[in-house]
């Protein structure tokens, strides 16, 4: 599609999910204040450990949350926020359903656009892949079992990592075992024309190079790529797309449409043990 094409108007309402889904500040702060009180639950526990320092920028702190058991598979969750705000503790409510299927849980936090390069956060969260992995036996977790999984730009960030060339660094090109994609964008060729390029400032050459969807496949983990039934279809279509491209690639790769989920409250079915979407994430626990 001829994105030029279309008006100001339309391109935000496909791409802008805060445009599209008008309450988007309630869905937001009630998950805020969810996982404020899970943080609270667990740390009374003496479960975790909270902003756990990996690199020098303001905002790469993890949060840290160990298994029941040792050599446990290692969920490495980044947050959305068209990588430009909000933060992991706007998803701590997602640990519990994980930590009870015997993972461990790491949330990750990286430095936001403008401050940091779109190319230069996506270099930050490569590092926090590498710190979990060094450090997996602190949390009961394999090295060799690590889990990605985002949502909205955390799900690009993820399928970034699973693209990258990690030849010569401490991290094995199949050191991510499975990933979890969710209502993510893989295509940036909208991005320039939507008001967060005011923030993520991407360059020309940026979209053939940041995009999922114009890279080589490398790691043909297992994915799952999962968006919400009410979301425009134009957002929708990334997923499509990007779930094709794997497929083609030979990858195990399962497209979930979710019915009657929008942008923000798909995410809510991760804090769900019983929703599917919680079920099919804990499916890839076994890759």
């Not at 706007?90 to 993972?103: D, E, M, Q, S, V």
């Not at 401050?115 to 490569?126: D, M």
């Not at 020309?204 to 979301?231: F, H, M, T």
Request: hydrophobic share 45%; with cysteine.
């Amino acid at each position: 599609m001829d994105l030029t094409a279309l008006s100001d108007e339309a391109l935000n309402q496909h791409f802008m999910p805060r445009i599209a889904v008008p309450d988007h500040e309630t869905w937001l702060n009630d998950d805020l204040a969810a996982s404020t009180r899970v943080r609270q639950d667990l740390a009374s526990q003496g479960r975790g450990e909270l902003d756990r320092r990996y690199g020098p920028g303001p905002r790469q702190l993890l949060d840290l949350f160990p298994a029941r058991e040792p050599n446990a598979p290692v969920i490495v969750w980044m947050h959305g926020g068209y990588w430009r705000a909000l933060s992991k503790e706007h998803y701590t409510n997602i640990a519990p359903p994980l930590l009870y299927a015997g993972a461990a849980v790491a949330l990750v936090g990286y430095d936001l656009c403008p401050n940091a390069t779109l190319a230069g956060l996506l270099a930050q969260t490569r590092a926090a892949l590498q710190w979990v992995r060094a450090h997996a036996a602190e949390m009961r977790g394999d090295p060799n079992r690590i889990i990605v999984a985002g949502n909205s730009a955390g799900a690009h960030i993820c399928a970034m990592a699973l693209q990258h060339e990690w030849a010569g660094s401490d991290f094995p090109a199949s050191g991510i075992r499975a990933a979890a994609l969710i209502t993510g964008i893989y295509d940036l060729a909208p991005v320039p024309l939507l008001p967060v390029q005011l923030e993520v400032r991407l360059r020309p050459a940026d979209i053939a190079a940041l995009s999922p969807q114009l890279l080589p496949i490398r790691n043909k983990a297992r994915c799952l790529v999962a968006v919400g039934g009410d979301e425009p279809s134009l957002w929708i279509e990334q997923s499509r797309n990007y779930h094709a491209k794997l497929v083609a690639a030979e990858v195990q790769s399962e497209l979930m449409i979710v019915p009657n989920r929008h942008h923000f409250s798909i995410t809510r079915d991760l804090a769900d043990a019983a929703s599917p979407l919680s079920r099919a994430v804990g499916n890839l626990l076994n890759s």
